[in-house]
């Protein structure tokens, strides 16, 4: 079976597209809106906000750095993430509006932003670990048997194996998702109703599965 290049994509999801483009024309709709906001951050991760699912929209809603599909997950399992964590920017004002601004957000699963809250990203890692441009995909790959690994290139880099970790990037969980958004890409395009109604069963149970195992944050 054919599988996209990109480890967060199955062959059924939509390609990320023009990322940071869209980002720049939300955060001008933003603005104009609302003169006053100096921290985009606080507009978007607000769930109550439309620009909370436009900004997920953008990322086509799928997790910047594992590639979890939102409607898959509880509603509250997504949040905005700041890249640069925010211990990378001074603490002042200046420092928060920078940290909050659209260019430094991304959209993430909480086990991913949480794993990542801890980590500062230095250069090269800045650009290395890009998730709008798909760099982050030359990084780290999916196996055979649909985990997700670090590419060859970067085995024996102590920041990436780090960022990997931190991230639970290795864990069952990470597979399970993966398996269900290809299962949930089956079941779109299926035509037959009854097989339809099998992959929806499979679908189902494999999600109970995933979701027992995120409440114990195990990761077998
Ligand atoms: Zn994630």
């Not at 991304?106 to 809250?117: A, E, H, L, Q, V």
């Not at 290809?182 to 109604?197: M, P």
């Amino acid at each position: 079976m054919a599988r996209d290049k990109d480890y967060r994509n199955t062959e059924y999801c939509p390609k990320l597209n023009k990322v940071e483009e869209q980002k720049q024309i939300l955060e001008k709709e933003i603005k104009l809106k609302f003169p006053r906001t100096k921290i985009v951050y606080n507009k978007v991760n607000n769930r109550d906000s439309i620009y909370h699912k436009r900004f997920a929209q953008i990322y086509n809603n799928k997790c910047a750095y594992c590639g979890a599909l939102w409607g898959l997950l509880p509603v509250e399992s997504f949040e905005v993430d700041h890249f640069l964590n925010e211990a990378s920017f001074p603490d002042t004002t200046e420092g928060r509006e920078e940290a909050g601004r659209m260019a430094n957000l991304s959209w993430s699963c909480i086990s991913c932003n949480r794993g990542k809250r801890g980590i500062t990203i230095k250069p090269p890692y800045e650009d290395l670990l890009n998730v709008d441009n798909g760099n982050i995909a030359e990084v780290f790959k999916r196996d055979r048997d649909y985990y997700i690994r670090i590419c060859d290139t970067y085995q024996d880099d102590k920041f990436i194996q780090q960022f990997y970790e931190e991230l639970h990037l290795g864990y069952e969980t990470r597979r399970l998702d993966y398996l269900s958004l290809q299962l949930e890409g089956k079941y779109q395009v299926e035509k037959d109703e009854k097989r339809k109604h099998k992959l929806g069963e499979s679908l189902s149970i494999l999600l109970k599965k995933r979701n027992r195992m995120a409440v114990t944050g195990r990761s077998l």
